[in-house]
């Protein structure tokens, strides 16, 4: 369903736009994708709005078919990249699992805030935007993803998330969509 509206307490969540997976080869230009993240960032900033920055610095334990080869991190990998323009305000979470809720206590703290909806994007569409977007909706928040402000490494990964899955999740919209709706809804 397109984005028809934003409750008045919405917070945004910016997921794994760090170094690391920012020099990883993604189907769009990542480049735009944290030019809209900004964006949005600066938008949800300048109205008093939370804004979520999520890194990742490991990942869950257990096998899996495909290697993840994330062992030893380089000097750096986790940093934000600064068109994110990371503030004091700004809320950080550094998760270890796809789902940036999985005990990192991001939960409570948007429910302490009052927050009801989440606005999602980053980095991988199919890995930690959907997994967040999935542990959002069924911890109750309204949700909203921001179709143009996220990217993966598999082409087909980010279109099956967008067309199949986000539609069962909540909304979708561009950024564009999303800062008007924002300039609409606010008292």
Do not use: C
């Amino acid at each position: 369903m397109s984005i028809t509206t934003l409750d008045p307490k919405t917070a945004l969540v910016i997921i794994d736009l760090q170094q690391g997976i920012v020099s990883l080869p993604t189907a769009h230009p990542v480049g735009e994708v944290v030019r809209q993240a900004g964006a949005l960032a600066g938008a949800f900033r300048s109205r008093g709005l939370p804004v979520v920055l999520v890194n990742v610095a490991g990942g869950a334990p257990g096998r899996a078919e495909q290697a993840r080869n994330l062992g030893q991190l380089p000097a750096g990998w986790a940093d934000l990249v600064p068109g994110l323009n990371q503030q004091p305000v700004d809320h950080l979470v550094t998760k270890r699992t796809w789902g940036a809720f999985t005990n990192t206590g991001l939960d409570g703290h948007l429910k302490s805030l009052g927050v009801t909806q989440v606005v999602i994007a980053g980095v991988a569409t199919s890995i930690g935007v959907e997994s967040t977007a999935r542990q959002a909706h069924e911890l109750g928040f309204n949700v909203t993803l921001a179709v143009d402000a996220m990217t993966d490494m598999n082409p087909d990964a980010h279109a099956n998330s967008i067309a199949r899955i986000f539609p069962r999740l909540g909304e979708t919209g561009t950024t564009a969509e999303i800062i008007d709706l924002l300039d609409r809804t606010r008292v």
